[in-house]
């Protein structure tokens, strides 16, 4: 069935770099993509939403790409901190017919982020 | 704490029993949602509210769950005869109607432990 999935389970990095978290969908009818990011004990956080009329949108230190040519969507988390840790969903909302939207989020794997000091 | 609130944060129960939770969301989002989600995977989506009327269900929704929402502020989500499948985090999540609908707010959840 349609899904949304991950290419990389986790993710390793030192303080200062930048990270780069990948996901791809299949469902074409999904018209916005949203990445979440859940700590340990915790729901998830919003961070950041994309339409499918957009291909780039950045946010304070976060930046989401997507490629509806590939059925790609990216995370960018520049200059990544030890509170970054956390895992990383990315999240997709079908459009139904006639345009409206329920929020049926249809969640992704996630991948682990760890940030070394 | 103005955020979406779930009560209990923690449940402990043996096969066979009943279990309610109770979600507060933010107030004035008239859209509420439940998921469930398992360890390591993201959230699945349960049930969609729009105020009090419950617009969509998922397959996953066994007969032996049942959510509601009377007055369209919180909502309860029960589990009747619990099974030891039923052991996940309960999530509930809500949207204001000037937002994009995927925009929601999630709360801390019900972790459930069915022994």
């Known amino acids: 069935g349609e899904s949304v999935g991950l290419h990389l389970p986790t993710l390793s990095v030192q303080e200062g770099d930048n990270s780069i978290i990948n996901c791809a969908y299949s469902n074409s009818a999904s018209d916005y993509f949203i990445w979440y990011k859940q700590e340990s004990g915790k729901g998830p956080q919003f961070i950041i939403d994309?339409?499918?009329?957009?291909d780039k949108r950045q946010g304070q230190r976060v930046t989401v790409l997507l490629n509806k040519t590939v059925k790609h969507l990216s995370l960018q988390i520049a200059a990544t901190q030890p509170g970054d840790s956390a895992v990383y969903f990315c999240?997709?909302?079908?459009?139904?017919?006639?345009?409206?939207?329920?929020?049926?989020?249809?969640f992704g794997q996630g991948t682990i982020l760890t940030v070394h000091p | 704490d103005t955020g979406v609130s779930q009560d209990p944060r923690h449940k402990i129960t043996k096969r066979g029993q009943n279990v309610t939770f109770r979600c507060d969301p933010i107030?004035?989002?008239?859209?509420l949602y439940w998921y469930r989600q398992t360890l390591g995977q993201g959230p699945e989506f349960l049930t969609y509210?729009?105020?009090?009327?419950?617009?969509?269900k998922s397959r996953l929704l066994s007969d032996r769950f049942s959510a509601e929402r009377p007055k369209g502020s919180f909502s309860t989500l029960e589990i009747q005869r619990t099974e030891q499948g039923d052991s996940a985090m309960y999530l509930c999540?809500?949207?204001?109607?000037?937002?994009?609908?995927?925009?929601?707010?999630f709360g801390p959840g019900t972790r459930l432990l069915v022994l």
């Open positions: 994309i339409r499918s009329n957009m």
């Open positions: 107030s004035e989002h008239n859209r």
């Open positions: 999240a997709e909302n079908p459009s139904r017919a006639g345009g409206t939207s329920y929020g049926k989020l249809t």
């Open positions: 999540a809500s949207s204001s109607p000037g937002q994009q609908t995927g925009t929601q707010y």
């Open positions: 509210f729009q105020n009090e009327a419950q617009l969509e």
